[in-house]
């Protein structure tokens, strides 16, 4: 019986990080350029002083699925769709660059260039930051370019660059806070080729039907497993009874 709730209670844990997988992507099915979560599960053996047995099954969200999102036309300048394998550079709540594929950039009150999680937009200088006023457009190449209203006659001026770097061939792994970064540390060379969608949005990759399946069956699995541990425990009272009548 001990092996048998083992298992059980082993199925049960990776269970419950798989329907905290589900949920995640179902509430962010309609999340700008958000990548849907893999779980990976591997077994973990216990190791004790004179014996190694048992792999209890250990689920951690290791990657995402870097599918392409489908594309609509907002016709907002500060909108940019990213595409293939190009992700944007923003930083994180540690100050350490990160990764993104949501383009629907915003100036907040002190100038800075932010997108719709909050996160600064960086540039090849730093966060990127535009004059008080100004009448801000990105270009396909990522540059950000300003226009006074004061001054019609005058053509934009640059004021930044958005970082574009490309993750072919390299490691990336997705963080709890929605972002990609470089394990160990460390930041993706710029991209001088990458080109972006101005006035345009990706979608999250997200399939709510898809979705919708495996909660079902997830949600199946763990009624099944659950079940398992109540046969052990009236198995194990079903022996103890026989034993006290012998």
Same mark, same amino acid.
């Given at each position: 019986?001990?092996?048998?709730?083992?298992?059980?209670?082993?199925?049960?844990? =990776?269970?419950?990080?798989? +329907? +905290?997988?589900?949920?995640?992507?179902?509430?962010?099915?309609?999340?700008? =350029?958000?990548?849907?979560?893999?779980?990976?599960?591997?077994?973990?053996?216990?190791?004790?002083?004179?014996?190694?047995?048992?792999?209890?099954? %250990?689920?951690?969200?290791?990657?995402?699925?870097?599918?392409?999102?489908?594309?609509?036309?907002?016709?907002?300048?500060?909108?940019?769709?990213?595409? /293939?394998?190009?992700?944007?550079?923003?930083?994180?709540?540690?100050?350490?660059?990160?990764?993104?594929?949501?383009?629907?950039?915003?100036?907040?009150?002190?100038?800075?260039?932010?997108?719709?999680?909050?996160?600064?937009?960086?540039?090849?200088?730093?966060?990127?930051?535009?004059?008080?006023?100004?009448?801000?457009?990105?270009?396909?190449? /990522? %540059?950000?370019?300003?226009?006074?209203?004061?001054?019609?006659?005058?053509?934009?001026?640059?004021?930044?660059?958005?970082?574009?770097?490309?993750?072919?061939?390299?490691?990336?792994?997705? /963080?709890?806070?929605?972002?990609? %970064?470089?394990?160990?540390?460390?930041?993706?060379?710029?991209?001088?080729?990458?080109?972006? +969608?101005?006035?345009?949005?990706?979608?999250?990759?997200?399939?709510?039907?898809?979705?919708?399946?495996?909660?079902?069956?997830? +949600?199946?699995?763990?009624?099944?497993?659950?079940?398992?541990?109540?046969?052990?425990?009236?198995?194990?009272? /079903?022996?103890?009874?026989?034993?006290?009548?012998?």
């Amino acid at each position: 019986m001990d092996r048998l709730i083992y298992t059980a209670y082993s199925g049960l844990t =990776g269970s419950m990080v798989t +329907q +905290q997988v589900i949920a995640s992507n179902m509430a962010n099915a309609q999340t700008i =350029g958000f990548r849907a979560e893999l779980l990976s599960a591997d077994p973990m053996t216990l190791k004790g002083p004179s014996i190694e047995a048992r792999a209890m099954t %250990r689920g951690e969200v290791r990657g995402a699925n870097m599918k392409q999102g489908a594309l609509i036309e907002t016709g907002n300048p500060l909108d940019v769709a990213l595409t /293939g394998r190009i992700m944007l550079a923003v930083q994180g709540e540690d100050g350490e660059e990160a990764y993104t594929r949501r383009g629907d950039l915003a100036v907040d009150a002190t100038g800075l260039l932010t997108n719709g999680d909050g996160r600064p937009v960086v540039g090849d200088a730093g966060p990127v930051t535009v004059p008080p006023g100004a009448k801000i457009t990105i270009a396909p190449d /990522g %540059r950000v370019l300003a226009a006074q209203p004061e001054n019609p006659d005058q053509p934009p001026q640059e004021v930044g660059r958005l970082k574009l770097v490309s993750t072919a061939g390299s490691a990336i792994e997705k /963080g709890l806070d929605g972002l990609f %970064r470089v394990p160990g540390g460390g930041a993706l060379p710029v991209d001088e080729d990458a080109r972006l +969608q101005p006035g345009s949005l990706e979608q999250s990759n997200v399939e709510p039907t898809r979705v919708l399946v495996e909660m079902v069956e997830a +949600q199946r699995l763990f009624d099944m497993r659950t079940k398992l541990i109540s046969t052990a425990r009236e198995l194990d009272e /079903g022996g103890a009874g026989l034993m006290r009548l012998t």
